[in-house]
């Protein structure tokens, strides 16, 4: 019989029935735990490790506390990148629970998985296509996963009905999300089938609250999610709709073509063209992608185009390199939208009109949901409605509906007042912070402040009223359609006709009246912009017809009101449209304004709202700053290969904001490191990648660890204890003791027994929490009792291979607790000794007692130092079990402590043999450990192995 491989087998049992511990169902009896108003210490310790947040947004904690402590269910409206996810994710981390959640697309999931495994919170996805799906079922009735994530064909066919019946019955299943629940309304957009059946999950989790979320629902598809996923006395949520860290902006397109439109998004670096960060460019059709995605490649811009007519495989592939940053900017059709989850997307830009508010609302709200600044313009001529009511005709519902959606972008494109306020008012949602121009918010809010002066003081025309006198230009234009007596001529007639155009599109007739010409002084954009005008303000009619070829036209006719004022005195005096007001000739005598002058074509800057930590206000000099951006870069790049090397997406890894705060602020340690509190930057990943950023930022190699004092987390971060691994729901526990809760406190707070807790916190020790024994209820006394008992088996020969002999010699107060307790801290410092780290430096585990025989624990372990130690063995004849090594190098020690035998199947030593014999060993062969011996130092779970 092999003894070392005794000690493998006691830790694999201390570990199971840890594991165990930590494994049972959990059944929060939620009904006990206390509303609470505000969070406590224990929910942002917590939201900080897990989530590297270090507050909860307001509606977001309304929302846990309702699910935590009311057991309420949700119906929650918030706006795109408001931080919907946290809300149904921070349930099952805090409440040791599962959290089933739905969502309509396989990309979105993949992704939230991902995202949430390198924070450590174990998730997974099930859906009906899914690879391994029996592995992962199991792994969840293990009680593996806080977040299982489904498709909703998964949860309503056979398979997953039956399944998720099973885990109703068997799991904690602390709450169901439903993630963009507006596909459950045919009222809303993306409207799912399998969606509408999710009603079934009230009936199979009766008493789990549900959380519907999603970021545009009017009040009708609201009510429609309510009464499908029968919410029961459902909070209402509604964050609002604003996005105030985008900036709008409509510009024409202009002659110069799309390269100079979008030159102001570029930078020129390197001998090529780069976009100013991850940018994707929407545009009508198609082929309108492609060309557009060949100009930018052809500048060295590292573009893709996305449409429709991609194969699934090539779509997928474009996803992915643009959320890897392989790519900066997607060319794409509307159908790249919804499974982008990247959230740094700087510019969103429309190179073509959408086909309505919401639509165009929904695509600019992928840009800047990581919070910081970000930049949504549209570039559109005339001929993009045409294309757009083209495309309408030939699709399905009403076109009259679809008619009314375009004339309101096209409104929204021509308002003269700021831009965002338009786009609330439409989502009839709450202005009132819109009250004065800020120089973040649009270009018209920009234009405003970079220019105080009022129309009439800046161009010609414009009147005290602001007002402009249309009346002989519209006369003309009116003039014009009457000649043509007809409601079906296009725009482009009747400008052509007003122009004195030779085209062949005009008749000899045309070309003779009276009329012919009469409008050659303004320009053809001037006309196009009266058109709107009187198409505005009732003069003219607009009607979609078709053409003989089937193609697609508006039609432009005289109304009644337009007929009459072409014979009447009637005056048209109003104010300018912007587009006409670009158009209108500027005074000569420009005033200076005590404005700030930001060009039309700067980008505005906030300060990043993230970084808590306040970046100190600095007179950077250029060089500072090329300095810094340098390191950026680097960091960039740094942060590309670690997501390349975990095939994960760099987001995922850090932030953009994060790196741009360690760039600013470069830290040199950890410590440092983690004070900044960069968001979104966990104690995981701190852990995980800190010293890779931190080596970039110092340009030190890899050995950040000298002159410096690791803690025991981080060594151990490092260098884990072989085969012990630990779930959330114990890291959750360790998170609650180090926000300074009691062991009975956090056992109340998650609803468990006192018993689960320890065993939490015993893994904990394992990876280094900063847990006292004393927190554990272990006195000092008791402590160096259960050691010696201990030591008195090893020092024997024999090492326990369970609890009951140990318990059996030590008094009758303590318990099976305290003894796994000292013994899992004996592990850590064992497996410290291995890596020759001495664990004195270690504040956290000072254990240096000297006990009865004046010999401390510390010389104890000394003392079993190698040198002489055959010279003690029992002897060898007595017992299988008692054969000694005599001989011992280093490579002995591999699988002392818990890494699974290598021998066969060892004999577990019977009990009557773990007897301890009354000798101590009489070797006390003290060795400096500031010698460098070859010889390793003996842990304490040193058992003589059989040779
Ligand atoms: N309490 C918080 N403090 C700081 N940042 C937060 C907080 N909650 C969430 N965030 C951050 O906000 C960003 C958006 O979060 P999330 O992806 O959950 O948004 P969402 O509402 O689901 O958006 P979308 O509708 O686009 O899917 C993420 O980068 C997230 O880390």
Redesign the pocket.
């Known amino acids: 019989m092999d003894l070392s491989d005794i000690d493998d087998d006691i830790l694999d049992q201390f570990m199971d029935s840890f594991t165990e511990e930590c494994q049972k169902e959990v059944k929060p009896e939620l009904s006990k735990l206390e509303i609470k108003k505000d969070p406590g210490p224990e929910h942002i310790q917590v939201?900080l490790n897990y989530?590297?947040?270090?507050?909860?947004?307001p509606m977001?904690w309304e929302i846990i506390s309702a699910i935590i402590y009311n057991r309420r269910d949700v119906c929650a409206v918030?706006?795109?990148?408001?931080?919907?996810?946290?809300?149904f994710?921070f349930p099952s981390t805090f409440l040791s629970g599962i959290t089933l959640v739905i969502s309509p697309l396989i990309a979105?999931m993949e992704d939230q998985v991902l995202s949430l495994e390198v924070s450590n919170i174990p998730a997974c996805l099930l859906g009906t296509a899914q690879k391994k799906q029996k592995a992962v079922v199991e792994d969840i009735f293990k009680n593996k996963y806080s977040l299982v994530y489904l498709t909703p064909e998964f949860c309503t066919g056979d398979y997953g009905a039956d399944l998720l019946k099973k885990m109703s019955t068997e799991l904690s299943v602390v709450l169901i999300a439903i993630?963009?629940a507006h596909c459950i309304s045919s009222w809303g957009h993306d409207f799912r089938h399998q969606y509408r059946q999710l009603g079934t999950l009230r009936t199979i989790f009766a008493e789990v609250p549900i959380i519907a979320?999603?970021?545009t629902a009017t009040s009708r598809v609201r009510q429609d999610i309510i009464t499908n996923l029968k919410l029961r006395n459902p909070l209402h949520i509604c964050t609002g709709f604003d996005r105030p860290n985008i900036y709008f902006e409509v510009n024409m397109k202009s002659s110069g073509g799309v390269f100079k439109d979008l030159n102001k998004f570029m930078s020129y670096e390197g001998a090529t063209w780069k976009f100013s960060g991850s940018t994707i460019i929407y545009c009508i059709t198609r082929k309108e992608t492609e060309e557009l995605a060949t100009i930018l490649k052809g500048s060295g811009i590292k573009c893709l185009p996305y449409h429709a007519g991609l194969s699934i495989d090539t779509r997928e592939e474009t996803h992915r390199l643009f959320v890897k940053d392989k790519v900066d900017v997607i060319v794409a059709t509307i159908a790249f939208g919804m499974g982008?989850?990247k959230?740094d997307i700087r510019n969103v830009i429309h190179y073509g009109c959408s086909k309505s508010i919401e639509s165009y609302y929904q695509e600019v709200?992928?840009a800047g949901?990581?919070?910081l600044p970000a930049h949504c313009a549209t570039f559109y001529a005339n001929g993009d409605f045409r294309i757009l009511r083209c495309l309408n005709s030939t699709s399905s519902g009403s076109l009259e509906q679809k008619e009314a959606s375009l004339k309101k972008i096209e409104e929204y494109f021509m308002t003269r007042k700021c831009r965002r306020r338009f786009i609330l008012e439409h989502f009839e949602d709450k202005v009132d912070h819109l009250d004065k121009p800020r120089k973040t918010c649009c270009d018209i809010c920009t234009k405003i402040l970079c220019d105080a002066r009022t129309d009439c003081e800046k161009y010609e025309g414009i009147d005290e009223n602001g007002c402009y006198d249309f009346t002989k230009d519209a006369k003309t234009f009116l003039k014009a359609v009457s000649v043509f007596n007809s409601a079906k001529f296009g725009l482009g007639i009747y400008i052509l006709f007003l122009r004195g155009s030779n085209s062949s599109k005009l008749h000899e007739r045309e070309r003779k009246h009276e009329f012919f010409g009469s409008g050659k002084n303004r320009s053809e954009a001037w006309w196009q912009a009266i058109a709107k005008l009187l198409v505005q303000e009732k003069y003219l009619l607009e009607k979609t017809e078709k053409t003989s070829m089937g193609f697609t036209y508006v039609a432009i006719s005289l109304s009644d009101k337009g007929r009459g004022m072409i014979s009447s005195d009637e005056k048209l005096v109003i104010p300018p449209t912007s587009t006409i007001v670009k158009l209108l000739k500027p005074k000569s005598n420009p005033q200076k304004t005590s404005s700030v002058w930001i060009s039309s074509t700067q980008k505005p800057t906030i300060a990043p709202s993230?970084s808590k930590k306040p970046v100190p206000e600095t007179t950077e000099t250029q060089a500072e700053i090329d300095k810094r951006m340098a390191l950026y870069r680097k960091l960039l790049e740094q942060r590309g290969e670690i997501a390349s090397q975990l095939d994960c997406m760099p987001?995922m890894v850090a932030?953009n904001a994060a790196l741009m705060t360690m760039s600013k602020l470069r830290p040199a340690t950890l410590p440092e490191l983690r004070s900044l509190n960069l968001?979104?930057f966990t104690e995981a990943k701190i852990n995980k990648f800190g010293d890779i950023f931190l080596e970039v930022i110092t340009g030190t190699s890899r050995q950040v660890s000298s002159g410096r004092k690791l803690s025991i987390k981080e060594i151990l971060g490092r260098n884990p204890l072989p085969e012990v691994s630990m779930g959330l729901t114990a890291q959750v526990s360790c998170t609650m003791i180090e926000s300074g809760l009691t062991v009975g406190e956090i056992a109340e707070k998650r609803s468990v027994t006192k018993g689960t807790i320890v065993s939490h916190l015993l893994l904990g020790i394992k990876f280094g929490y900063p847990i006292k024994m004393a927190e554990l209820g272990v006195t000092e006394e008791n402590r160096d009792v259960i050691v010696k008992v201990y030591r008195k088996f090893c020092m024997t020969g024999f090492t326990p291979v369970k609890l009951t002999p140990l318990k059996e010699q030590c008094p009758p107060e303590i318990t099976f607790d305290d003894i796994r307790t000292v013994l899992a801290y004996l592990q850590v410092r064992c497996h410290l000794e291995k890596l020759n780290i001495p664990y004195q430096e270690f504040e956290d585990f000072q254990y240096n007692e000297v006990d009865s025989e004046g010999c401390s624990d510390k010389d104890w372990v000394v003392k079993s130092e190698i040198k002489d130690f055959p010279q003690t063995q029992p002897e060898v004849t007595e017992s299988p079990a008692k054969k000694i090594k005599t001989e011992f190098d280093v490579s002995d020690y591999d699988d002392i402590l818990g890494s699974p035998p290598k021998s066969p199947a060892p004999n577990k030593c019977d009990e009557g043999n773990t007897k301890p014999t009354s000798e101590e060993p009489t070797q006390t062969t003290i060795v400096n450990r500031n010698v460098k011996s070859k010889k390793k130092v003996l842990p304490p779970w040193f058992t003589i192995r059989k040779h």
């Open positions: 939201l989530f590297g947040h270090q507050n909860f947004r977001q918030m706006s795109t990148g408001y931080g919907k996810s946290l809300c994710q979105l993630d963009e979320v999603t970021a982008i989850d959230p709200g992928r949901r990581d919070g993230t987001y932030s968001d979104g």
